[in-house]
């Protein structure tokens, strides 16, 4: 089974803090994402990355930032955090051709104080 | 760019019963695949099925069925014999065949289930 795993389920931080989410995923795949979920929005994407050390971003990268320095390993900073970044949080993963499905973590919780 | 809209916020279906979820989308390509994924209670988000765009026969995963209408750009998620266990929020999703694009997720779907 493929299994992608965030670093914390629950996470409280105080404002201007620098904030990492780590994700880890342990089936060699190119494809790792960082998402957003907030109720009424749905998922959007933050930033994403096809191979090791390439990054892209999303739909909104602003506050945010990312390092991929192993396959399987996609860090989400928060390099200051601010109260409007609290949300939950969602890595995901996939194989590189487009028909393949994306395997999501479970999810990191995070309150901005 | 492309955009995938769920106009339903929140259903109900009872227990055994049937119930349509739908999703349009907007795309100017002619190739793209659909899915759709579900985010039960605990968060951990799932695939629930999925579509190609080039393939007329509609996908069945089980007790789950799309209903993909290409020309109207329309990929309605029917759910049959309802359980307890598929209350969750559902998101309809696409992704582009070309180059490595990401998944363009819909506002989702909460589905409830009464017993």
């Known amino acids: 089974d493929v299994k992608v795993t965030q670093s914390s389920r629950y996470l409280v931080k105080r404002t201007g803090e620098k904030v990492f989410l780590e994700c880890v995923q342990d089936?060699?795949?190119?494809?790792m994402f960082w998402y957003r979920q907030d109720p009424g929005l749905g998922l959007r994407l933050i930033y994403f990355?096809?191979?090791?050390?390439?990054?892209e971003k999303g739909d909104i990268p602003e506050g945010y930032s990312v390092s991929r320095e192993k396959k399987e390993r996609f860090s989400l900073i928060l390099e200051s955090a601010s109260t409007n970044q609290t949300s939950m949080y969602l890595c995901?993963?996939?194989?590189?051709?487009?028909?393949?499905?994306?395997?999501f973590g479970p999810g990191t919780r995070l309150t901005v104080l | 760019a492309q955009t995938v809209t769920q106009s339903q916020p929140e259903m109900s279906v009872q227990e055994a019963e049937t119930v349509t979820l739908s999703c349009t989308y907007d795309?100017?390509?002619?190739?793209?695949?659909l899915f759709w994924y579900k985010q039960p209670p605990s968060r951990q988000m799932i695939l629930v099925i999925r579509q190609e765009a080039y393939k007329q026969q509609n996908a069945t995963e089980n007790r789950f069925s799309v209903n993909f209408q290409k020309a109207a750009k329309s990929f309605s998620l029917k759910i049959s014999d309802s359980q307890l266990g598929d209350a969750a929020m559902y998101f309809c999703?696409?992704?582009?065949?070309?180059?490595?694009?990401?998944?363009?997720f819909g506002k989702g779907t909460r589905l409830s289930v009464i017993a």
């Open positions: 999703a696409y992704r582009s065949v070309s180059g490595n694009t990401p998944l363009v």
């Open positions: 990355s096809y191979d090791v050390k390439m990054k």
């Open positions: 995901a993963s996939s194989l590189a051709p487009s028909y393949n499905e994306q395997f």
């Open positions: 795309t100017s390509e002619s190739d793209y695949y």
């Open positions: 089936m060699d795949h190119e494809n």
